[in-house]
């Protein structure tokens, strides 16, 4: 996840949707704040998936952002999830006195728990790769906005995503530290020509927004999400060393793990086509993918001699590498 995030991979996130169920990530972003346009009724309308499970459950595109949603929206669901799944109303005043100076509650903050605590850390270290900054767990490989932690100050714990529409009509990113969320969005819906844009406008313009901000304020650093939550709950991979990879997959399956089986056999002690390793080996989220490594048979170091050396001379070696198997799980002998 922290890869898929950090490069925003959509073919990543559409099955991540698809197991965890659109209409829950519909429900969430209600949760966060974001309101769906249109008229409930009309079929076809973000407001008619989005007041109705089982058309949301069809909305599989929901997660490649085709709903409608302002930069301040946006922005502040970030902000919930910064301030570990506490969700506040956004309010165009800091506080109203009365004309004794007494604070009014119509000023005051509205808030509620949206998110568990322990889920919003883990989703913010994820929205750390995006923009250049480190996961909790060195987990991050791969940014598509990673001049953010720079233009921000390096010295600041930042998370936060970019985003654009088909062609470039549109981008957008957001950025977050512990105490500000800025959210950015530029296009020209009036153009009919169908300009484009880089990510250069936006970007700036948010970056310095959140440079700007910073500057004086005290380091605050982002709260670490649990092991497990960010792992998974383990569980121990059974060994299928030198198994058929049909008695290998049966007995991971049983375990409760997918399979998957890489095409790139490798040099082992084990026959030919059976399993040589598994990756991971050893214990693994239940549920995860184990990928099994096949063997190609194991390794014999090259003829020495030529059949004629005399004297004690081996003569030459075979001029080209011999392989140690029968295709098709061949691998020369360097």
Request: with cysteine; proline share 10%.
């Amino acid at each position: 996840m922290w890869t898929g995030f950090g490069s925003s991979v959509n073919t990543y996130f559409v099955p991540l949707e698809e197991q965890a169920g659109a209409e829950n990530a519909v429900a969430m972003a209600k949760n966060l704040g974001i309101d769906f346009n249109g008229d409930p009724k009309t079929p076809g309308t973000d407001a008619f998936y989005a007041n109705d499970p089982d058309s949301a459950h069809q909305w599989g595109a929901f997660t490649l952002g085709v709903a409608d949603a302002t930069p301040l929206e946006m922005a502040n669901a970030y902000a919930t999830v910064a301030a570990e799944g506490t969700y506040c109303e956004p309010l165009p005043v800091l506080e109203i006195r009365d004309f004794n100076g007494n604070k009014l509650d119509a000023g005051n903050p509205r808030c509620r728990q949206a998110v568990d605590p322990d889920v919003a850390r883990a989703a913010l270290d994820a929205a750390r790769c995006p923009v250049g900054d480190q996961s909790q767990y060195g987990e991050c490989h791969g940014s598509t906005a990673g001049g953010a932690k720079q233009a921000v100050g390096s010295k600041y714990p930042i998370a936060g995503k970019t985003g654009t529409t088909d062609h470039n009509r549109t981008a957008a990113l957001i950025v977050m530290t512990k105490q500000l969320a800025v959210a950015g969005l530029i296009g020209d819906p009036d153009d009919k020509v169908g300009r484009t844009f880089g990510h250069d406008e936006v970007n700036t313009a948010v970056q310095k927004t959140m440079h700007d901000f910073m500057v004086g304020k005290p380091v605050l650093g982002f709260g670490k999400e649990s092991d497990k939550i960010a792992y998974g709950q383990r569980v121990g991979v059974p060994s299928v060393k030198c198994a058929s990879v049909e008695d290998a997959t049966n007995a991971l399956k049983t375990g409760g793990f997918n399979v998957n089986v890489d095409p790139k056999p490798i040099a082992s002690e084990c026959p030919p086509g059976t399993v040589a390793k598994t990756a991971p080996s050893g214990q693994a989220p239940k549920g995860s993918v184990i990928s099994l490594i096949l063997s190609a048979g194991p390794t014999t170091p090259p003829d020495p001699g030529g059949g004629g050396g005399g004297g004690g001379d081996p003569g030459p070696g075979p001029p080209n590498p011999r392989p140690t198997c029968k295709p098709p799980f061949c691998r020369p002998i360097p």
